[in-house]
């Protein structure tokens, strides 16, 4: 168990007066102890007290040790009535209001409130504890997530050096599984985007057998998973010549880019980062197609808690990590992401990736 975690989260535990807070969401339950798992439909849950006598309960099929998390176990199995359930209320006092986190699947929730029978109000989301305190990255963690952007800087630069010899999309993407490996990272992070031409006016673009053009902008969206950690960066190239209209696209999201990330401090809000970067697009006549919002946090998982967007007025603080990736998509026609990562500091921001941005033009 990591103890500094912990007690960050007794401390707001005690000041939002929840007495008892249940968590299940595994990313949160590896931040806390170190332990990784993926529980599936099965019953896997911390029950976290304000007194700190927590206790974990967990299905037999996960042979995790108490030493491991750092409490006690109460194992249940795929027999017991209610999957356990019982178990789980037998560690809780119903009397009191109780926090659940958002990642709890909804059979578990409902069959805890009817089995405890008591108003809705007698319920609260334990999320908004952990998703705050895990938004704010310890030393530690911003060292292992320049670690894992480093690695992922070089990805791009090996992938892009693969575009001349005109792999479909499909195709980059195993190659690209090989580079990680090779990198020593443990995956990807999210499924990864290799988009040419027009197929990259999709931002959620699934890759095909789509052969690069001369003229295509060639979108890589890429990230892996290094010591728990994920990266993520998106760079845009264009393929033998780029048009005048492309290239305006391409100047303008990279301006863009820069703005935002120029607007990163402390106090500022996430909603005023996202204008920056917005209005310039709208300015240049290009607002209607730039369809997503500017950023989202990143850590243990590649989409955290927490965004860059026109409805986030929440203020920036130091240790924050997120990415900023504006991006214009003409339908049928082209597109440009370009994303980076960056971590708030007491004065402004670091970028954590340092692949040349410059408009590329590959022969």
């Known amino acids: 168990m990591n103890n500094i975690r912990m007690n960050k989260i007794l401390v707001e535990m005690k000041v939002r007066k929840l007495p008892q807070l249940l968590v299940s969401d595994p990313a949160t ?4 102890t170190g332990v990784s798992v993926d529980p599936g439909e099965r019953l896997l849950t911390l029950v976290l007290k304000e007194n700190g006598e927590h206790v974990a309960v967990i299905n037999r099929l996960f042979p995790i040790a108490e030493k491991d998390l750092g409490m006690p176990i109460v194992s249940v199995d795929d027999t017991d009535e209610g999957f ?3 178990n789980l209320i037998n560690q809780l006092d119903v009397n009191q209001k109780i926090a659940v986190d958002k990642s709890w699947a909804a059979h578990f929730l409902l069959d805890l409130m009817k089995r405890v029978d008591k108003p809705v109000d ?3 989301l334990s999320s908004n504890i952990t998703d705050d305190i895990r938004s704010v990255k310890s030393v530690e963690e911003i060292k292992l997530m320049k670690d894992v952007s480093k690695d992922n800087d070089e990805a791009v630069n090996r992938l892009q050096a693969l575009i001349p010899q005109k792999l479909t999309e499909l195709e980059m993407t195993k190659k690209l ?6 990198l020593g990272n443990s995956g990807f992070s999210f499924d990864p985007i ?5 197929n990259g006016a999709d931002p959620h673009h699934m890759n095909d057998d789509s052969i690069v053009k001369a003229g295509d902008s060639i979108i890589l969206d890429i990230g892996g998973i290094k010591n728990g950690y994920c990266s993520d960066m998106t760079r845009t190239f264009f393929y033998q010549e780029v048009s005048d209209k492309s290239r305006d696209v391409y100047e303008t999201v990279l301006e863009a880019n ?5 607007k990163v401090k402390p106090g500022v809000k996430f909603s005023e980062i996202d204008a920056a970067a917005r209005d310039y697009i709208t300015e240049k006549g290009y607002g209607e197609y730039f369809t997503h919002r500017t950023g989202h946090f990143i850590g243990i998982e590649c989409h955290e808690a927490g965004d860059v967007s026109a409805a986030n007025h929440t203020e920036v603080k130091p240790g924050m990590i997120f990415s900023i990736e504006p991006g ?17 500091t007491e004065t402004g921001c670091d970028v954590l990736n340092h692949y040349p ?3 590329t033009i590959i022969a």
Do not use: Q
């Not at 339950?29 to 806390?32: A, T």
């Not at 290799?194 to 027009?198: C, E, L, Q, S």
């Not at 820069?258 to 120029?262: E, N």
């Not at 214009?328 to 370009?338: A, K, S, T």
């Open 29 to 32: 339950i590896y931040y806390l």
């Open 194 to 198: 290799v988009a040419y031409g027009a």
């Open 84 to 86: 356990g359930m019982l």
């Open 258 to 262: 820069l703005r935002a990330i120029a």
């Open 122 to 124: 007698n319920f609260d």
């Open 328 to 344: 214009i998509y003409l339908p049928g026609e082209v597109g440009v992401r370009i994303e980076d990562l960056v971590v708030a």
């Open 177 to 182: 599984a090989a580079i990680y490996h090779d």
């Open 357 to 359: 941005k410059e408009l």
